[in-house]
């Protein structure tokens, strides 16, 4: 009885173990293959609160929104 039991939270514990890993791990691949937001994305935001945005300043909004992912 209390093995029966003790096995059935074993198998639960390890099932949601790895559905958590191999769901984390899809979704990384997913978003890495098909980023949220782009380069162009970030320049028409930023025209769009009134100012000209460099290449420099994109490129640095890219790089903390890759360091995050």
């Not at 198998?11 to 782009?38: A, C, D, E, T, W």
Request: charged share 20%; glycine share 8%.
């Amino acid at each position: 009885m209390w093995g029966e039991i003790l096995w059935c939270l074993i198998g639960l514990i390890v099932g949601l173990l790895v559905g958590f890993f191999l769901s984390k791990h899809l979704m990384q691949k997913y978003l890495k293959k098909n980023p949220p937001i782009n380069e162009k994305m970030v320049e028409v935001m930023m025209s769009s609160m009134g100012r000209k945005p460099s290449k420099k300043q994109v490129n640095q909004v890219m790089q903390q929104m890759n360091r995050f992912m």
